[in-house]
C-alpha cells in the first residue's frame, strides 16, 4: 500500500508544574534554585579552607544558599507551545504528496490533487493568516496530515481495474469518487484561505476607524495649486 508523507507530530507539552512533583521538578531547574547551589557551594569552599569555622559551617551554607535565591532572577515563563504551524514543513509535505501520487496515480487524480494543493500553498504563502488556534489553521493543518493523504491513500489502495470500472450505487466509479472528493477539499482549503483573509481585513476596517477617530479625515489628496488673487481687470 503507497504511504503518503505527513508532518511531524508537534513535541509534547512541557511536564505540568500544577500537582507537588511537578513544582518540586520546576524548582530545581529554575534560576534561583541554581544560584542558591552556588553559593552553598562557595560556602563549602570556605569550610574546606578554614574560614569559616567547624560549627559555623551549617549556617554558612544555608544562609548563602538562601541569598543565592533571593537574588537571582524568577524563571520567565515558556511562551506556549505551537503558536504557529510548521509553514515550511508543511509546504514540504504538500510537494512530497504530490510526487509520489504522480508516480502511482493517473493524470486526472494528479491534477485534482494539484488544484488542492494550489490552495494549501495561498494559504501557507501567508503564515500571518493562520493564527494559533483558530479554526482555520486547524483545517489547514488537518487537510495536510489527513484529508488529502488519506483520501489518496485508500484509493491507491483499490486494484487499478476495479477503481476505474467498479460502478458504485450511485453509479460512479472510485476514480471519480477520489476526484469529487479532491474538488470538495479545494473548495473547504478556498473558504478557509477567504475566512482567515477576512478576519485581517476586519482588523484593518478597525484600525482604519482608529485613525480616523485619532488623527481626522484620512483623505490623501493635496490641494491643488493656487493662483494670484490680485484684482481682475
Known amino acids: 500500500m503507497v504511504r503518503l508523507p505527513r508532518p511531524d507530530p508537534p513535541p509534547p507539552p512541557p511536564p505540568s508544574t500544577s500537582g507537588p512533583r511537578g513544582k518540586v521538578l520546576a524548582w530545581l531547574g529554575s534560576p534561583k534554585n541554581i544560584a542558591g547551589c552556588t553559593g552553598a557551594i562557595g560556602g563549602l569552599g570556605l569550610t574546606v579552607t578554614g574560614v569559616a569555622g567547624s560549627p559555623e559551617w551549617p549556617f554558612v551554607v544555608t544562609a548563602l544558599y538562601a541569598i543565592g535565591a533571593l537574588v537571582a532572577p524568577a524563571a520567565r515563563p515558556a511562551a506556549p507551545a505551537g503558536a504557529r504551524p510548521r509553514v515550511a514543513e508543511l ?52 487537510t495536510i496530515d489527513d484529508y488529502l493523504p488519506t483520501a ?82
Not at 189 to 211: I, N
Request: glycine share 8%; net charge negative; charged share 25%.
Open 152 to 233: 489518496l491513500e485508500v484509493y491507491l489502495g483499490l486494484p487499478p481495474r476495479y477503481a476505474e470500472t467498479h460502478r458504485l450505487d450511485d453509479g460512479r466509479t472510485p476514480r471519480q469518487v477520489v476526484v469529487d472528493q479532491l474538488g470538495l477539499l479545494e473548495k473547504g482549503v478556498r473558504d478557509v484561505t477567504e475566512a482567515a483573509a477576512a478576519g485581517d481585513t476586519a482588523r484593518l476596517l478597525s484600525h482604519g476607524r482608529f485613525l480616523a477617530d485619532r488623527f481626522g479625515s484620512t483623505d490623501l489628496d493635496l490641494p491643488g495649486p493656487t493662483g494670484p488673487t490680485g484684482p481682475t481687470v
Open 91 to 142: 509546504r514540504t509535505v504538500v510537494d512530497a504528496q504530490l510526487r509520489i501520487l504522480a508516480a502511482h496515480a493517473p493524470a486526472e487524480i494528479t491534477t485534482a490533487a494539484a488544484r488542492v494543493a494550489d490552495a494549501l500553498r495561498e494559504v501557507l504563502d501567508r503564515p500571518h493568516l493562520l493564527r494559533a488556534g483558530s479554526p482555520e489553521t486547524f483545517v489547514i493543518v488537518r
